[in-house]
């Protein structure tokens, strides 16, 4: 657990400009967005992954500041709240040095833009394995507030059956590389459905993503998954909620 951040305290900042892009989660019952995810992208067309490298210890703390922010007042500015869309939010939970103390900045501009609590999703995921204490301390106090929280990259790295065990999330996002070629493989149809089963069972709300072909939609609509995202609806952009590409909503009306 981390016991204190330098960064809090002494103010550093992120050392350049980050910009939000959103994509929807789609339910597939209604053809609705069910929530936009938050992206991080940078102000010259940097891919997360590449802001990400930049991330050091030193400027954790500001960069998972800046995201949070940034998304809940881009969302706002590109008509979230005209919609009954939620907005789902990506956190590092080694930025969290204090639940409560590192939420200050988050309720503040919640507060500032009229933004619900009860519309925005936490979503963690972490490429080093977690302090499942210090996790579920944080998602204790996240709850307390109102926020929904998800494990995401599920099936992925530490994002597993034991992380699932161990923290109380209201939601979970499959990895994408569960997803891919889930139509022409005869392993994956089978894990996917078993963990369909153990999110009906602990009341979890579970979301695939990563979705790029027709076929693996079919599949996974098949399986009786309510909640997908990927590129097949929509690409991410920057700046604005995108729509759901126009096949796919009307193929979605007609089923």
């Given at each position: 657990m981390i016991k204190k951040c330098e960064a809090c305290k002494d103010g550093v900042e992120f050392p350049f400009e980050l910009r939000t892009a959103f994509q929807p989660i789609v339910d597939v019952e209604s053809a609705r967005p069910y929530s936009y995810e938050a992206l991080v992208r940078g102000s010259t067309g940097q891919t997360a992954g590449e802001i990400l490298s930049c991330v050091t210890e030193e400027t954790r703390y500001a960069f998972d500041q800046a995201c949070r922010v940034n998304a809940i007042r881009d969302a706002v500015k590109a008509g979230l709240l005209e919609t009954d869309a939620k907005l789902s939010v990506n956190f590092l939970p080694s930025a969290v040095y204090s639940p409560m103390?590192?939420?200050?900045?988050?309720?503040?501009?919640?507060?500032?833009?009229?933004?619900?609590?009860?519309?925005?999703?936490?979503?963690?995921?972490?490429?080093?394995?977690?302090?499942?204490?210090?996790?579920?301390?944080?998602?204790?106090?996240?709850?307390?507030?109102?926020?929904?929280?998800?494990?995401?990259?599920?099936?992925?790295?530490?994002?597993?059956?034991?992380?699932?065990?161990?923290?109380?999330?209201?939601?979970?996002?499959?990895?994408?590389?569960?997803?891919?070629?889930?139509?022409?493989?005869?392993?994956?149809?089978?894990?996917?459905?078993?963990?369909?089963?153990?999110?009906?069972?602990?009341?979890?709300?579970?979301?695939?993503?990563?979705?790029?072909?027709?076929?693996?939609?079919?599949?996974?609509?098949?399986?009786?998954?309510?909640?997908?995202?990927?590129?097949?609806?929509?690409?991410?952009?920057?700046?604005?909620?995108?729509?759901?590409?126009?096949?796919?909503t009307e193929r979605l009306a007609a089923a």
């Open positions: 103390a590192c939420l200050r900045l988050t309720l503040q501009t919640a507060v500032e833009t009229g933004m619900p609590t009860s519309r925005l999703i936490f979503e963690f995921t972490e490429n080093q394995r977690l302090d499942t204490v210090h996790v579920r301390e944080i998602l204790r106090a996240y709850r307390s507030l109102g926020f929904t929280t998800a494990i995401d990259d599920f099936g992925n790295g530490h994002a597993g059956l034991g992380l699932l065990a161990d923290l109380a999330t209201d939601a979970l996002k499959l990895d994408m590389h569960l997803i891919r070629n889930i139509d022409t493989c005869s392993r994956r149809p089978t894990i996917v459905k078993s963990v369909i089963e153990l999110c009906r069972e602990l009341d979890v709300l579970l979301v695939a993503e990563g979705i790029e072909t027709e076929a693996e939609f079919e599949t996974l609509k098949n399986l009786g998954i309510r909640y997908m995202q990927g590129h097949l609806f929509a690409a991410p952009e920057i700046g604005v909620l995108p729509t759901i590409d126009l096949r796919m």
